[in-house]
């Protein structure tokens, strides 16, 4: 009864104080509390015939039957209601004072509020609320017997209530998943990677479009011939895998590809990513020739208007790319950490080789991680070596010695 008295908001219950705050921040909700006092005071009511129907119902009236005889619950089952409701009792008690919370932004949405739980704060209107909530609420559960027959007629409006709203838009929902599941998952690799790379462009490139040329201009002039060397080898590798013919001249000009982006990080400065670039590519070079080779040759299974909408996709999406790193290029450069370990270096680490300091020191367990990169790459051409070895070793002699 006392929990259900503090959902009715009776005092000197936790319920009270809290109604009596949502009708004061109802009031000051400017500039709509004309319509907030409303919904605050009727949904106040409903709850306060609901509390006395599940609180005070259930314990009055004649008994009914039922399956096995009634008995006292046991002590773990009311000790949580009981420690809760002697909690809301002891917080309605014990009044607080929020401090004023000052606005973080230059325009804020209502003026600052000070929050005072107390339950008493005197003859005002928020208290009239607070009585009139009480005695329509009396009110609507001494006549429930009358609004349970009212509610039974209008049972068939339920039908357009929110419930059926609800239903219907988990429905459609799940429809609209099934739909979109079937349009984008087609079982087909190719038509994944479109989706994918077509959802980048639509929703990057206009973002990218409105900063102009990005600072491409400043960008290409401070280009070096090496440089614009290294790009053209690594744009005729990518060209070159695209046309080729078979897919081993296809592996061949994707490692060009690979050393000439290792080449020129190792013009950059970045030594460290740049063996790590080597050995990966010859890695992946490898790999791809042990496996591609037992594959049968390489056929055009797609029409001609298929691949050219995937050279254009494609050609966007490296654009696109392209226009993501001049944008990056053209922003300035305002890094804490080079001033940091420029001082830093000789005095904490002992090193006037800044580079050096930072991978063996700053970025120790980054460069243990490339080390183990290398580490494992250096296996993995080992092993294949000495399978290949193996291979020719035991292919070499057939049944009797003779050559297969």
Same mark, same amino acid.
Do not use: C
């Given at each position: 009864?006392?929990?259900?008295?503090?959902?009715?908001?009776?005092?000197?219950?936790?319920?009270?104080?809290?109604?009596?705050?949502?009708?004061?921040?109802?009031?000051?909700?400017?500039?709509?509390?004309?319509?907030?006092?409303?919904?605050?005071?009727?949904?106040?009511?409903?709850?306060?015939?609901?509390?006395? #129907?599940?609180? %005070?119902?259930?314990?009055?009236? $004649?008994?009914?039957?039922?399956?096995?005889?009634?008995?006292?619950?046991?002590?773990?089952? %009311?000790?949580? &209601?009981?420690?809760?409701?002697?909690?809301?009792?002891?917080? #309605?008690?014990?009044?607080?004072?929020?401090?004023?919370?000052?606005?973080?932004?230059?325009?804020?949405?209502?003026?600052?509020?000070?929050?005072?739980?107390?339950?008493?704060?005197?003859?005002?209107?928020?208290?009239?609320?607070?009585?009139?909530?009480?005695?329509?609420?009396?009110?609507? %559960?001494?006549?429930? $017997?009358?609004?349970?027959?009212?509610?039974?007629?209008? +049972?068939?409006?339920?039908?357009?209530?929110?419930?059926?709203?609800?239903?219907?838009?988990?429905?459609?929902?799940?429809?609209?998943?099934?739909?979109?599941?079937?349009?984008?998952?087609?079982?087909?690799?190719?038509?994944?990677?479109?989706?994918?790379?077509?959802?980048?462009? $639509?929703?990057?490139?206009?973002?990218?479009?409105?900063?102009?040329?990005?600072?491409?201009?400043? +960008?290409?002039?401070?280009?070096?011939?090496?440089?614009?060397?290294?790009?053209? *080898?690594?744009?005729?590798?990518?060209?070159?895998?695209?046309?080729?013919?078979?897919?081993? $001249?296809?592996?061949?000009?994707?490692?060009?590809?690979?050393?000439? *982006?290792?080449?020129?990080?190792?013009?950059?400065?970045?030594?460290?990513?740049?063996?790590?670039?080597?050995?990966?590519?010859?890695?992946?070079?490898?790999?791809?020739?042990?496996?591609?080779?037992?594959? &049968?040759?390489?056929?055009?299974?797609?029409?001609?208007?298929?691949?050219?909408?995937?050279?254009?996709?494609?050609?966007?999406?490296?654009?696109?790319?392209?226009?993501?790193?001049? +944008?990056?290029?053209?922003?300035?450069?305002?890094?804490?950490?080079?001033?940091?370990?420029?001082?830093?270096?000789?005095?904490?680490?002992?090193?006037?080789?800044?580079?050096?300091?930072?991978?063996?020191?700053?970025?120790?367990?980054?460069?243990?991680?490339?080390?183990?990169?290398?580490?494992?790459?250096?296996?993995?051409?080992?092993?294949?070596?000495?399978?290949?070895?193996?291979?020719?070793?035991?292919?070499?002699?057939?049944?009797?010695?003779?050559?297969?």
């Amino acid at each position: 009864m006392a929990a259900a008295f503090s959902m009715a908001g009776l005092p000197p219950l936790l319920g009270f104080v809290s109604k009596e705050l949502l009708y004061d921040a109802a009031l000051r909700a400017s500039p709509i509390p004309l319509l907030l006092v409303p919904v605050a005071v009727a949904s106040n009511m409903l709850l306060v015939a609901v509390a006395l #129907a599940v609180g %005070w119902g259930p314990f009055t009236g $004649a008994r009914g039957e039922t399956p096995k005889v009634p008995h006292e619950a046991p002590a773990f089952m %009311w000790l949580g &209601p009981s420690s809760s409701v002697s909690g809301a009792s002891r917080a #309605a008690s014990s009044p607080g004072r929020s401090r004023r919370s000052s606005p973080r932004r230059p325009r804020p949405p209502s003026p600052p509020y000070g929050v005072k739980l107390e339950l008493w704060h005197g003859f005002n209107l928020v208290l009239l609320k607070s009585l009139v909530t009480l005695a329509v609420g009396l009110a609507f %559960w001494a006549n429930r $017997a009358r609004l349970r027959s009212l509610a039974e007629r209008l +049972a068939p409006l339920a039908a357009l209530g929110p419930a059926r709203l609800y239903r219907n838009g988990l429905a459609g929902l799940v429809k609209l998943a099934k739909g979109t599941a079937s349009l984008l998952s087609a079982g087909s690799l190719r038509q994944d990677v479109r989706i994918v790379l077509l959802a980048v462009v $639509a929703l990057s490139a206009p973002l990218l479009l409105s900063r102009g040329l990005f600072g491409a201009p400043d +960008a290409l002039r401070s280009v070096r011939p090496i440089e614009a060397v290294l790009a053209l *080898i690594v744009a005729a590798g990518a060209v070159g895998t695209v046309a080729a013919g078979s897919r081993l $001249a296809a592996v061949v000009a994707l490692g060009v590809t690979g050393y000439g *982006i290792a080449l020129l990080f190792l013009v950059f400065g970045a030594p460290d990513l740049a063996m790590t670039q080597f050995a990966i590519e010859t890695l992946s070079v490898l790999l791809f020739v042990a496996v591609l080779r037992r594959l &049968p040759r390489l056929k055009s299974r797609s029409a001609p208007r298929s691949r050219v909408a995937d050279g254009l996709l494609a050609t966007a999406t490296g654009a696109l790319m392209a226009g993501f790193v001049l +944008a990056v290029h053209a922003e300035p450069l305002r890094s804490r950490l080079t001033p940091f370990f420029s001082e830093a270096s000789l005095s904490l680490a002992k090193g006037r080789n800044v580079v050096n300091v930072i991978l063996v020191d700053f970025r120790g367990l980054d460069t243990l991680g490339e080390i183990t990169v290398l580490a494992v790459a250096a296996i993995g051409v080992f092993a294949l070596v000495k399978l290949r070895l193996s291979s020719g070793a035991a292919g070499a002699a057939g049944p009797k010695g003779e050559e297969r």
